[in-house]
């Protein structure tokens, strides 16, 4: 055989050999990341947009609507009526009317009343009547309302928009037009605004206080920078938990903070600084610290020494020379730091839930509700979506804005 034949024959497998141990290297963490964080999006994404309860339960009257959607102008015909009833009744005797009633609620006042109580009254009436449509609404008037049954047809699916407009607090109105909900009924987006005013107030908090830490552990002698980086991951030895409910003895009426404002004179009396904004902002900036500080520190250890002895041999004043020259080549730090604390504050639910009153709740704490609570796993699914949009968001303003391209200098 030609030897440089042979010898492109084991360089080619080399390379293959070499790309097969790097694939095996990675392949538990991308099986990892496959189980653990691609499939769960996308099971919310689909849970979000797949509703399929109400046309399991109510087969004969899901179907129906489904045609009688394309025709909202008309009245709900007696075949509707008929298939309505009988599927109330198999639902009843299959136990499976739970099921329809929390559905419909979902977008009815009293959806789940209409449908618990219609079923008592179909159980003890069995007779056939010839007008099933006057024998719903004498039940109940609410059946001859064109609303109650553009309810059900929305929820036909298999797929709906319903919770992905609810998030957004819109809704579709009897003309099957998007319109928004009213003031009484709007919620979500005024949540998405608290959390990201609150993770925004925490993160800029962290930045501050963080900043000048992540600065004396990074140039600190070392003896002296190991025992502040312990300092600094001495909160991660403790449960969240546990440092959340510490806040709420510290900052109650009766606790250290209030005494010691007290005894210096600053106030006269207790602050309410507990079940309100104040702790809430409070508990999550001392979390969330340690998250800001380490970024930053991994960046200004990398930042020779050198550069500011150069400005300053040049005339440049020290805190010029600290701006034009050492803070430029912090920002890497600086931005991975913020969007860390950001992106967790967006999704925190333990601390605010202890800590912060019924108004201080961030979109984390519904989306916990509407999953163990409700069971109302669309528009948990649909919140979360929200969510993860306004993160997706925050980083391409992050990768638009800092990147990970190099630092100019000046």
Same mark, same amino acid.
């Given at each position: 055989?030609?030897?440089?034949?042979?010898?492109?024959?084991?360089?080619?497998?080399? &390379?293959?050999?070499?790309?097969? $141990?790097?694939?095996?290297? !990675?392949?538990?963490?991308?099986?990892?990341?496959?189980?653990?964080?691609?499939?769960?999006?996308?099971?919310?994404?689909?849970?979000?947009?797949?509703?399929? &309860?109400?046309?399991?339960?109510?087969?004969?009257? /899901?179907?129906?609507?489904?045609?009688?959607?394309?025709?909202?102008?008309? &009245?709900?015909?007696?075949?509707?009526?008929?298939?309505?009833?009988?599927?109330?009744?198999?639902?009843?005797? &299959?136990?499976? %009317?739970? +099921?329809?009633?929390?559905?419909?609620?979902?977008?009815?006042?009293?959806?789940?009343?209409?449908?618990? =109580?219609?079923?008592?009254?179909?159980?003890?009436?069995?007779?056939?009547?010839?007008?099933?449509?006057?024998?719903?609404?004498?039940?109940?008037?609410?059946?001859?309302?064109?609303?109650?049954?553009?309810? %059900?047809?929305?929820?036909?699916?298999?797929?709906?928009?319903?919770?992905?407009?609810?998030?957004?607090?819109?809704?579709?109105?009897?003309?099957?037009?998007?319109?928004?909900?009213?003031?009484?009924?709007?919620?979500?987006?005024?949540?998405?605004?608290?959390?990201?005013?609150?993770?925004?107030?925490?993160?800029?908090?962290?930045?501050?206080?963080?900043?000048?830490?992540?600065?004396?552990?990074? =140039?600190?002698?070392?003896?002296?920078?190991?025992?502040?980086?312990?300092?600094?991951?001495?909160?991660?030895?403790? @449960?969240?938990? !546990?440092?959340?409910?510490?806040?709420?003895?510290?900052?109650?009426?009766?606790?250290? !903070?209030?005494?010691?404002? *007290?005894?210096?004179?600053?106030? @006269?009396?207790? +602050?309410?600084? %507990?079940?309100?904004?104040?702790?809430? %902002?409070?508990?999550?900036?001392?979390?969330?610290?340690?998250?800001?500080?380490?970024?930053?520190?991994?960046?200004?250890?990398?930042?020779?020494? /050198?550069?500011?002895?150069?400005?300053?041999?040049?005339?440049?004043?020290?805190?010029?020379?600290?701006?034009?020259?050492?803070?430029? *080549?912090?920002?890497? #730090? +600086? #931005?991975?730091?913020?969007?860390?604390?950001? $992106?967790?504050?967006?999704?925190?639910?333990?601390?605010?839930?202890?800590?912060?009153?019924?108004?201080?709740?961030?979109?984390?704490?519904?989306?916990?509700?509407?999953?163990?609570?409700?069971?109302?796993?669309?528009?948990?699914?649909?919140?979360?979506?929200?969510?993860? /949009?306004? /993160?997706?968001?925050?980083?391409?303003?992050?990768?638009?804005? +800092?990147?990970?391209?190099?630092?100019?200098?000046?």
């Amino acid at each position: 055989m030609d030897p440089q034949k042979a010898l492109l024959r084991d360089l080619k497998r080399a &390379e293959r050999r070499r790309r097969l $141990i790097a694939f095996a290297l !990675v392949a538990p963490l991308f099986l990892f990341l496959l189980v653990f964080f691609v499939l769960p999006i996308g099971d919310m994404l689909r849970r979000s947009l797949v509703d399929t &309860e109400l046309s399991e339960v109510w087969p004969r009257t /899901t179907a129906l609507t489904k045609v009688w959607v394309w025709d909202r102008v008309s &009245e709900p015909t007696p075949e509707m009526y008929r298939a309505l009833a009988e599927d109330i009744r198999q639902s009843a005797q &299959e136990r499976t %009317i739970a +099921v329809a009633a929390r559905r419909l609620n979902y977008a009815l006042d009293n959806g789940r009343s209409l449908v618990m =109580n219609t079923a008592r009254e179909l159980r003890r009436q069995t007779d056939e009547p010839a007008d099933w449509r006057a024998r719903l609404i004498e039940i109940d008037p609410a059946w001859g309302d064109r609303k109650t049954w553009i309810a %059900i047809s929305q929820a036909a699916g298999p797929f709906t928009d319903y919770y992905l407009l609810t998030a957004l607090d819109l809704e579709r109105n009897e003309k099957d037009k998007i319109v928004r909900r009213p003031p009484e009924r709007s919620l979500y987006l005024q949540v998405l605004g608290r959390t990201l005013l609150i993770s925004a107030t925490v993160t800029v908090l962290a930045l501050i206080l963080g900043f000048p830490v992540a600065y004396l552990v990074a =140039n600190a002698p070392k003896r002296i920078a190991g025992l502040l980086m312990i300092l600094v991951l001495l909160p991660f030895w403790t @449960s969240l938990l !546990v440092r959340s409910a510490a806040w709420i003895v510290l900052l109650q009426d009766q606790g250290l !903070v209030n005494d010691m404002l *007290q005894a210096l004179g600053i106030t @006269s009396g207790p +602050v309410r600084l %507990i079940f309100n904004r104040t702790g809430v %902002i409070v508990a999550m900036t001392h979390v969330l610290l340690p998250f800001m500080i380490l970024p930053m520190v991994a960046t200004m250890k990398a930042i020779p020494p /050198t550069y500011m002895r150069a400005a300053l041999s040049l005339g440049a004043h020290p805190a010029i020379a600290f701006i034009r020259v050492y803070l430029p *080549q912090t920002l890497p #730090g +600086v #931005g991975a730091g913020v969007l860390l604390v950001f $992106i967790m504050a967006l999704g925190y639910y333990v601390t605010p839930a202890l800590v912060g009153g019924a108004d201080d709740q961030m979109l984390a704490h519904f989306i916990a509700f509407y999953t163990t609570s409700s069971a109302n796993w669309g528009l948990a699914a649909a919140l979360g979506v929200l969510l993860l /949009t306004a /993160t997706a968001i925050l980083y391409m303003v992050y990768a638009k804005l +800092v990147g990970i391209g190099q630092v100019k200098l000046g």
